[in-house]
């Protein structure tokens, strides 16, 4: 956990600082109220403290979303989120060693955040592609998913990684980050709200109407609710003002087994019968064009 994460991190029970606790059997972080939160070998830590209603993503899904990310298919919108970031931050629009920070903020201070969460981050990959684009900032991973975090925590050198439950108070300080990113993972506005910054910004990213449309009917995936965008601005609205909306779209050629790993890796993996899929992807003809379609949106706090 580098550093300057740990300092915004804050204890579930009591909400006071954490600190590392070396003992002999293990490494944890600690509160000065004695409340002790393991960090597992991987290197993420657990801060549920014990009420962890669901586990998140199971190993399976989590390792077909490595593999699907990391064939780098859906880097167009880890591309588009750096780009956003570093926009947010009135910085330049390169990734990498070109990213600087060349534009001050009000009164000649810079804009870049502190820090970077990613509510929902799954493997990390995502943020790891901001963390480059903003090399002053560090991250932090957040996860309801063990096999995630565990990927999570070595997705870049300047993350950290905490396993915990969305839907609950988030072990960060109020007014801790300065970008929040959420892709395609739950919203819990009235949190968001609290551990972001007032100039900080949130990212959203979620499925666009046409988002993988070739398979829904032929795989019989689930389908995007077309009541998405209302849902997500009612969740919002009330703690946020909306910012601007762009939609990224790439066609995706994939081979029958890319293909598998796609529908592995979401939400249609706990719908779909295994030997009717097989069946049916059996029949597809490669390359595979799949449109991936998303919308990324902007929010500022109220």
């Known amino acids: 956990m580098p550093p300057e994460t740990l300092r915004h991190l804050r204890c579930p029970i009591c909400g006071q600082p954490l600190a590392p606790a070396p003992t ?5 972080l600690r509160c000065p109220a004695g409340h002790s939160f393991d960090v597992a070998r ?14 998140g993503d199971t190993p399976a899904m989590v390792a077909a979303r ?4 990391g064939a780098g298919h859906y880097d167009f919108i880890s591309a588009a989120l750096a780009a956003r970031a570093v926009a947010a931050a009135g910085g330049t629009t390169g990734t990498g060693a070109a990213a600087q920070r060349q534009a001050p903020g009000p009164g000649g201070s810079t804009t870049y955040p502190d820090l970077v969460v990613d509510a929902g981050a799954g493997t990390g990959r995502h943020l790891a592609a901001v963390l480059d684009a903003l090399p002053t900032a560090t991250g932090l991973a957040l996860d309801a998913s063990k096999p995630a975090l565990r990927r999570a925590a070595r997705a870049h050198p300047r993350a950290g990684a905490a396993l915990c439950d ?18 395609f993972a739950p919203r ?12 900080g910004t949130l990212l959203v990213v979620t499925p666009a109407a046409d988002h993988l449309h070739e398979l829904v009917d032929l795989l019989g995936l689930l389908r995007v609710d077309p009541a998405k965008e209302e849902r997500v601005a009612g969740s919002l609205t009330p ?10 779209r790439h066609t995706l050629r994939l081979t029958r087994a890319e293909v598998r790993t796609l529908v592995e890796m979401g939400p249609s993996a706990w719908h779909t019968d295994a030997d009717r899929l097989d069946g ?6 490669e390359p595979v064009p799949v449109t991936a379609a998303v919308r990324i949106a902007a929010y500022h706090p109220r």
């Open 24 to 28: 002999a059997a293990t490494t944890a």
């Open 42 to 55: 991987q290197g993420y830590v657990n801060l549920t403290a014990g009420r962890a209603p669901h586990s």
């Open 66 to 69: 490595e593999a699907f990310l």
């Open 166 to 183: 969305t839907w609950r108070r988030l072990p960060l300080a109020d007014g801790a980050a300065g970008l929040l990113l959420n892709v």
């Open 188 to 199: 819990n506005g009235a949190e968001f709200r609290r551990v972001l910054r007032p100039d």
């Open 239 to 248: 703690h946020f003002t909306p910012g601007d909306v762009t939609e990224r």
């Open 280 to 285: 049916r992807i059996g029949t597809l003809v």
